[in-house]
């Protein structure tokens, strides 16, 4: 199994937002993870990532314990996290925001940044992308809400990641764009052989793309199975396909 | 020519500024911490290349050099114990660097005593352009030091992958993070680099200057006023902001005399009114 997390506890402060998640993700598979507002996806993947820390239980990337592993190293073990929000950085460039994403593999104290590895994922990254190639001299803060989303995609995509984890990608774009990320982050799967996590507000748009899903409330994950099997189930269909 | 002479003079001034701000700019990029000891790691930067010279007799630049790298290294050693702990924590922070000054103020009292040294300027002379502009030859040097160490920071900040990894850091520091940005190493590089071109840009002004314990206090000041009046955060804003302020100074100087302070002072607050975030600020 590519990500395992074991009875997962996390705690804010006091409260905690996370009361023994277990949920896996295999390997070149799209796992959709649901859910409202405030149920702790967002810290389930931050933990992950090593952003938080887990108060009690497992998270194993390829059978390994990754709990402990502080946020820098974690890319390094292929696991690329494209945060909500996006948070692109600003001020940089498209194609600066690109070369972070492969910050690991870039030489230290080297003036010429690239290499021949490098020139072919960018070239990948771009086939998936095209308008970032377009736009890839212009600041990322001036972007639109879409394009800022791609180009985080295509940010975790150069850090050749194993496990993709992608935080509300759909948020405040318009319903056309929202089309176009579903279709890109499907085209990934099928062509990079990443697993992929996706956390979506829009489960509608993650049910259509993903093979599996888990619905999380209040820290708990309430429902698991088959997307096409959980699109049958009333409860989930009333509360979150309306 | 009366003021082909302010001019350089105002360059030189800009320069040296340039090494101070920029520093201080790095490090609230990075960090989100005024660093309010910054100018006191100046002042031992220039006691460094003082007694380096002086007692020691080491040459002038090596002397200059060696404390450069003396400072920088204290600046990593004071972020490891006092900043690192306190990381993401901007107010505790910055109260922290307060204590940081008093620290080395008492210190610098204590081991060097408070009355005035003065050292002699390693060329003397002067050079003479197109017969009417006459300029000391230490103020030639301050600014052939200080100008390429400029350039060699812009080359590091934009070129390198470290540089790279401080704007980043400076933008998004969780997102840094999530592109395998180690912050710790990366906020201690940019202490070390602020801190050495602050001990630097002492060692230059050392020959045109009264040493006492106390010169740290008005340098951190006048460095802070610059990085505002740039855009706080802005290295290019910290180097465009040092030049307007030496070229103010230097005119101020010249045709205020000893109001020249009063004058630069009220200009920049005339210049924030008007464009708040600074010159190359965003807002």
Request: charged fraction near 15%; glycine fraction near 10%.
């Amino acid at each position: 199994m590519l990500l395992e997390v074991k009875d997962l506890w996390v705690h804010h402060g006091r409260a905690p937002a996370l009361k023994g998640v277990t949920l896996a993700v295999s390997e070149g598979s799209l796992v959709a993870l649901v859910g409202p507002n405030g149920a702790g996806k967002s810290t389930l993947v931050r933990t992950i990532s090593g952003l938080k820390r887990a108060s009690a239980g497992e998270i194993l990337f390829d059978g390994k314990r990754i709990d402990r592993v502080p946020a820098h190293k974690i890319v390094g073990l292929g696991i690329a996290h494209v945060p909500e929000g996006r948070r692109v950085f600003p001020d940089m460039t498209v194609f600066e925001n690109l070369r972070m994403g492969a910050y690991r593999r870039l030489r230290s104290g080297k003036l010429m940044l690239r290499d021949s590895a490098f020139d072919d994922d960018l070239a990948l990254t771009y086939e998936h992308f095209p308008r970032l190639k377009e736009r890839s001299r212009q600041r990322a803060g001036s972007l639109s809400g879409g394009e800022q989303q791609m180009l985080a995609i295509g940010r975790a995509l150069m850090a050749r990641p194993r496990l993709l984890l992608l935080d509300e990608p759909s948020i405040g774009l318009a319903p056309r764009m929202v089309q176009e990320i579903a279709q890109v982050i499907a085209a990934i799967t099928r062509r990079w052989r990443v697993g992929i996590l996706l956390i979506e507000q829009n489960a509608r748009m993650a049910f259509r793309i993903a093979q599996h899903a888990y619905v999380l409330e209040t820290g708990q994950v309430v429902i698991t199975g088959a997307t096409d099997a959980l699109a049958q189930n009333e409860e989930v269909k009333r509360v979150y396909l309306g | 020519m009366l003021y082909g002479q302010v001019a350089v003079n105002a360059l030189m001034l800009g320069a040296t500024y340039a090494l101070i701000a920029v520093g201080l700019s790095l490090v609230f990029s990075i960090m989100r911490v005024i660093q309010f000891a910054h100018g006191h790691l100046y002042m031992l930067g220039a006691f460094c290349v003082f007694y380096l010279a002086t007692e020691l007799g080491v040459n002038y630049f090596a002397a200059l050099f060696i404390a450069a790298i003396a400072v920088g290294v204290l600046g990593m050693v004071l972020d490891r114990i006092f900043l690192r702990p306190l990381r993401g924590q901007d107010l505790p922070s910055m109260i922290v660097t307060l204590g940081i000054l008093l620290l080395i103020e008492g210190s610098a009292l204590l081991a060097f005593g408070e009355r005035d040294k003065r050292f002699r300027s390693p060329v003397d002379g002067a050079v003479w352009f197109f017969d009417t502009i006459v300029i000391p030859s230490e103020r030639l040097m301050i600014l052939g030091v200080a100008a390429p160490l400029i350039a060699l920071l812009f080359l590091f900040v934009w070129r390198s992958k470290e540089g790279q990894a401080m704007r980043a850091v400076a933008q998004d520091r969780e997102a840094a993070m999530l592109q395998g940005i180690n912050v710790d190493w990366i906020s201690a590089l940019g202490m070390f680099i602020g801190s050495a071109l602050a001990a630097a840009a002492a060692g230059l002004l050392l020959p045109i200057q009264v040493l006492t314990p106390a010169v740290g206090g008005p340098v951190v000041i006048k460095a802070f006023m610059v990085v505002i009046l740039g855009g706080l955060g802005s290295i290019p804003g910290a180097v465009v902001g040092s030049l307007a302020f030496g070229a103010l100074e230097s005119f101020g100087t010249t045709f205020f005399g000893g109001y020249s302070s009063l004058a630069a002072f009220s200009a920049v607050m005339l210049i924030l009114i008007f464009r708040p975030r600074g010159l190359l600020g965003r807002a």
